[in-house]
């Protein structure tokens, strides 16, 4: 009869330790899933600002372009 218990115990408590392992497997894979997420993210955002430093700079290309023609007419009698 003490073997039937201890069966019992084991029993419950592979139970739970199966219950814990299927919930660490859907929690790595929520985390996976974020993570590709994040990375798309990232890789869209790295493209968007690389983009626009390059449109910054030629803007500031064009404006110094301006502000030199300026001070030519400027200079100009």
């Given at each position: 009869?003490?073997?039937?218990?201890?069966?019992?115990?084991?029993?419950?408590?592979?139970n739970?330790?199966?219950y814990?392992?299927?919930?660490?497997?859907?929690?790595?894979?929520?985390?996976?899933?974020?993570?590709?997420?994040?990375?798309?993210?990232?890789?869209?955002?790295?493209?968007?600002?690389?983009?626009?430093?390059?449109?910054?700079?030629?803007?500031?290309?064009?404006?110094?372009?301006?502000i030199?023609?300026?001070?030519?007419?400027?200079?100009?009698?």
């Amino acid at each position: 009869m003490a073997n039937d218990k201890s069966t019992q115990v084991t029993e419950l408590d592979l139970n739970k330790l199966e219950y814990r392992i299927a919930e660490l497997i859907r929690v790595c894979e929520r985390l996976k899933e974020e993570n590709l997420t994040l990375r798309g993210q990232h890789k869209a955002l790295a493209t968007e600002r690389a983009a626009l430093l390059e449109k910054n700079d030629s803007v500031r290309v064009r404006v110094e372009a301006m502000i030199n023609r300026l001070r030519s007419m400027e200079r100009s009698p």
